[in-house]
T-cell receptor, first 110, second 114 residues
Framework: SQELEQSPQSLIVQEGKNLTINCTSS?????LYWYKQKYGEGLIFLMM?????EEKSHEKITAKLDEKKQQSSLHITASQPSHAGIYLC??????????FGQGTRLTINP | KAGVTQTPRYLIKTRGQQVTLSCSPI?????VSWYQQTPGQGLQFLFE???????NKGNFPGRFSGRQFSNSRSEMNVSTLELGDSALYLC?????????????FGPGTRLTVT
């Protein structure tokens, strides 16, 4: 079965700094989702990447999909306190189910 | 459009009891999936319903069951609760019937079993 590994597991950055979160799959990635979760709350859909080499941006968040490396990266530019939370990558696990990474906890220090 | 809603938001139950959680999908969405999130296991797929039919089920014991109504609202039931069932239960809805699609999640129901 497919497994997703995120790195780092936890990240503390100073406000205004850039950061990158990686998601590596144990199998070929045919598509990938990125979600954000505030502690104890539901997941907020950020982006969906479907093709190798695809890159999408939303406000200051950019995600890329590298099919050859079976990897996706999420990059935040000029981080703000509102970016704090848990970032999860998810992949199509077949049969209408999503498989998720363990999450990356992001803390932004003012 | 209103988002996915889940009720109740918080629930405390005693071991051995049963519980029913409810999920109302985004209007027009016919697929509803349920996930369990715990600190140790992360997010795990429970089951998915489409047009009142369960299409897929995750690796959970038979104590976990669900159903979907004709208006696409879904319920999940956990019988004979165990301490390990304490978790955040999330439901997600989607408008697509198959293939790569966006799932939108509700705020979750936090279940505590004592």
């Amino acid at each position: 079965s497919q497994e997703l590994e995120q790195s780092p597991q936890s990240l503390i950055v100073q406000e205004g700094k850039n950061l990158t979160i990686n998601c590596t799959s144990s199998k070929t990635l045919y598509g990938l989702y990125w979600y954000k979760q505030k502690y104890g709350e539901g997941l907020i859909f950020l982006m969906m990447l479907q093709k190798g080499g695809e890159e999408k941006s939303h406000e200051k968040i950019t995600a890329k999909l590298d099919e050859k490396k079976q990897q996706s990266s999420l990059h935040i530019t000029a981080s703000q306190p509102s970016h704090a939370g848990i970032y999860l990558c998810g992949a199509d696990g077949g049969a209408q189910k999503l498989v998720f990474g363990q999450g990356t906890r992001l803390t932004i220090n003012p | 459009k209103a988002g996915v809603t889940q009720t109740p938001r918080y629930l405390i139950k005693t071991r051995g009891q049963q519980v029913t959680l409810s999920c109302s999908p985004i209007s027009g969405h016919r697929s509803v999936s349920w996930y369990q999130q715990t600190p140790g296991q992360g997010l795990q797929f429970l089951f998915e319903y489409f047009s009142e039919t369960q299409r897929n089920k995750g690796n959970f014991p038979g104590r976990f069951s669900g159903r979907q109504f004709s208006n696409s609202r879904s319920e999940m039931n956990v019988s004979t609760l165990e301490l390990g069932d304490s978790a955040l239960y999330l439901c997600a809805s989607s408008s697509r019937t198959q293939g790569f699609y966006e799932q939108y999640f509700g705020p979750g129901t936090r279940l505590t079993v004592t």
